[in-house]
């Protein structure tokens, strides 16, 4: 069903935060930016009532007769489960378009607004991922139904950075005051991107741990210093780990890499070990958005600190979250 809902976003539009219920209803989630300590609160009480929803009876049907399309342009396993399973465990129908979009009218020649428009026949809501930057934002200027930015090239990746601080609340009890350490890929990682601005919200202190080539570009790591953010950079996990709170490790991405030498150079730059980990403090904990690629080894599996799973499942009851607002049902 359309739905009848205020113009579609253009860039003044998106600085327009989102603050009620009602204030997410039909609308499009393409950027952190568009979201308060306000309405993150408010996502994050929704989502825990997902939580126990899930427990306690497993599914509801607050969105059945509503349909979903995933449009995945790159390959996904844990975000496009994610939504599917959210959409599912809400009772509503999932269009699971995250293969094959090579072998599609993709490949004939049709455009990403001509996509949408097809797709918006059949769905109630368009989760998006592809490869170029700033693309979700045109997907939107075109739909008539909410989309959902499920990561545009080494832009942004809102969703993720919203499971990403709902855990952080769940695991430590509070996001104000924590140290926060980002280790990798910092110059391509959209996760990080998009995790900073909504960490910049609050109270924290940021170290950044990356090589040299993968720093975080010098016009986000300003914005997070405009914004009062303490920020501390190294090379080394082992100059930070009994510090902080978070360890929140990326893989290093070979398919953002022109030149497959400077891959080769630092794709095992870092390693968390068991051994490390004993430097950590007792009350602090790991997280990764998956895949991994060898930067966490599998012992570490089993340190209670180790989050990154417990990470994955806050991603269905946030994406749970998420639709059930959007399409105006929380």
């Given at each position: 069903m359309e739905i009848d809902r205020p113009r579609l976003f253009d860039l003044e539009a998106l600085k327009r935060p989102l603050i009620q219920a009602n204030d997410f209803y039909g609308q499009d989630i393409l950027s952190v930016s568009q979201f308060t300590r306000q309405s993150l609160a408010y996502i994050f009480d929704v989502a825990e009532e997902m939580r126990e929803l899930v427990e306690r009876v497993g599914s509801a049907d607050l969105l059945r007769g509503y349909v979903l399309a995933c449009l995945f342009y790159e390959p996904s396993t844990r975000t496009s489960s994610s939504f599917i399973a959210a959409m599912a465990r809400l009772g509503g129908g999932v269009i699971p378009i995250t293969q094959g979009v090579q072998y599609s009218s993709v490949s004939k020649g049709e455009s990403l607004p001509d996509t949408v428009r097809t797709l918006e026949q059949y769905a109630d809501a368009i989760v998006l991922r592809h490869p170029e930057v700033g693309s979700a934002k045109i997907a939107a200027d075109y739909a008539r139904v909410p989309v959902i930015n499920a990561g545009d090239g080494a832009g942004e990746h809102p969703t993720q950075a919203l499971l990403d601080l709902f855990t952080l609340?769940?695991?430590l009890g509070h996001i104000d005051g924590l140290r926060v350490a980002m280790v990798g890929d910092l110059k391509y990682g959209r996760t990080v991107h998009s995790l900073a601005k909504l960490?910049?919200?609050y109270d924290v202190e940021i170290y950044l741990v990356s090589p040299e080539i993968l720093r975080l570009p010098l016009d986000q790591a300003n914005e997070l210093r405009d914004k009062g953010i303490p920020i501390r950079e190294t090379y080394?996990?082992?100059?930070?780990?009994?510090?902080?709170?978070v360890l929140y490790v990326t893989r290093v991405q070979r398919e953002r890499f022109a030149d497959l030498s400077q891959y080769e150079e630092v794709r095992d730059f870092y390693e968390i070990t068991p051994e490390l980990m004993k430097q950590a403090k007792g009350e602090m904990i790991v997280m990764h958005p998956l895949p991994r690629a060898g930067e966490i080894h599998y012992a570490v599996d089993d340190d209670p600190?180790?989050?990154?799973?417990?990470?994955?499942r806050n991603g269905m009851y946030?994406?749970?979250?998420l639709l059930a607002a959007v399409l105006g049902k929380a």
């Amino acid at each position: 069903m359309e739905i009848d809902r205020p113009r579609l976003f253009d860039l003044e539009a998106l600085k327009r935060p989102l603050i009620q219920a009602n204030d997410f209803y039909g609308q499009d989630i393409l950027s952190v930016s568009q979201f308060t300590r306000q309405s993150l609160a408010y996502i994050f009480d929704v989502a825990e009532e997902m939580r126990e929803l899930v427990e306690r009876v497993g599914s509801a049907d607050l969105l059945r007769g509503y349909v979903l399309a995933c449009l995945f342009y790159e390959p996904s396993t844990r975000t496009s489960s994610s939504f599917i399973a959210a959409m599912a465990r809400l009772g509503g129908g999932v269009i699971p378009i995250t293969q094959g979009v090579q072998y599609s009218s993709v490949s004939k020649g049709e455009s990403l607004p001509d996509t949408v428009r097809t797709l918006e026949q059949y769905a109630d809501a368009i989760v998006l991922r592809h490869p170029e930057v700033g693309s979700a934002k045109i997907a939107a200027d075109y739909a008539r139904v909410p989309v959902i930015n499920a990561g545009d090239g080494a832009g942004e990746h809102p969703t993720q950075a919203l499971l990403d601080l709902f855990t952080l609340r769940e695991e430590l009890g509070h996001i104000d005051g924590l140290r926060v350490a980002m280790v990798g890929d910092l110059k391509y990682g959209r996760t990080v991107h998009s995790l900073a601005k909504l960490l910049s919200m609050y109270d924290v202190e940021i170290y950044l741990v990356s090589p040299e080539i993968l720093r975080l570009p010098l016009d986000q790591a300003n914005e997070l210093r405009d914004k009062g953010i303490p920020i501390r950079e190294t090379y080394h996990v082992a100059d930070v780990i009994s510090t902080v709170d978070v360890l929140y490790v990326t893989r290093v991405q070979r398919e953002r890499f022109a030149d497959l030498s400077q891959y080769e150079e630092v794709r095992d730059f870092y390693e968390i070990t068991p051994e490390l980990m004993k430097q950590a403090k007792g009350e602090m904990i790991v997280m990764h958005p998956l895949p991994r690629a060898g930067e966490i080894h599998y012992a570490v599996d089993d340190d209670p600190r180790a989050a990154y799973f417990r990470q994955m499942r806050n991603g269905m009851y946030i994406r749970m979250a998420l639709l059930a607002a959007v399409l105006g049902k929380a």
